[in-house]
């Protein structure tokens, strides 16, 4: 395959599908999210840009999963150039001391644990000359209502400072970037009346970050 291979886990909307739209004119897309209806959506607008994509509904929690995706994608293409990771999962605003326990329990196994898990995974695939690209959202953190997001995403970007330091003479470089407030329905869960017409549309946010990094002009 003459293009690149990106991996963008949370490809189905949001920041994620923005990336894998903007990255399809040099790379082939490995999308992978869990809802397999807008997972088609996004590979009917990267084919309409003349981009091609390969669907993973799976979910980036289940280590078996992501083992076998990458494992598959070791046989197939033998690397990935790219990996995006923007895979998160929305935690119910509430009090420290009245945050559900499964709510808390779904956070840590997709915030923070998936990703320990998908680095160890990925970073074979990515060697020595690849990109890994991490989101941080530090707004929430100490914030009011926030607490089972804040901590579990602040930990998701602490493992991710940690892999970019080991990283400074070898290995794949490691970007934390940081978006600007976004439209998105992640943002909108934890503020439902904002005036969403302020916020940044994914796709230009998605480009103007790629472009910092001089992934894209």
Known sequence: MEKKIALITGASRGLGAGLAEALA?????VAVARTTGALEELDDRIQAKGGSATLAPMDVSNPDAMAQLCRGIH?????????????????????????????????????????????????????????????????????????????TKAAQIAL?????????????????????????????????????????????EARRLLASIGEIA
């Open 75 to 151: 046989d197939r293409w033998g690397a990935v150039d790219l990996w995006a990771h923007t895979a998160i999962h929305t935690v119910p605003l509430s009090p420290v001391p009245h945050i559900d326990a499964k709510a808390w329990e779904k956070s840590v196994a997709v915030n923070t644990t998936a990703t320990g898990t998908l680095i160890a995974y990925v970073t074979p695939l990515l060697g020595d000359d690849g990109r890994a690209l991490f989101f941080d959202d530090p707004a929430p953190l100490g914030a009011k209502f926030h607490g089972a997001y804040g901590a």
């Open 160 to 204: 991710a400072r940690s892999w970019a330091a080991e990283n400074t003479k070898s290995g794949p470089r490691v970007h934390i970037l940081t978006p600007e407030p976004m439209a998105t329905s992640h943002r909108g869960k934890f503020h439902p009346g904002e005036n969403r017409a302020a916020l940044a549309h994914p796709a230009d």
């Open 25 to 29: 004119d040099t790379h082939h897309i």
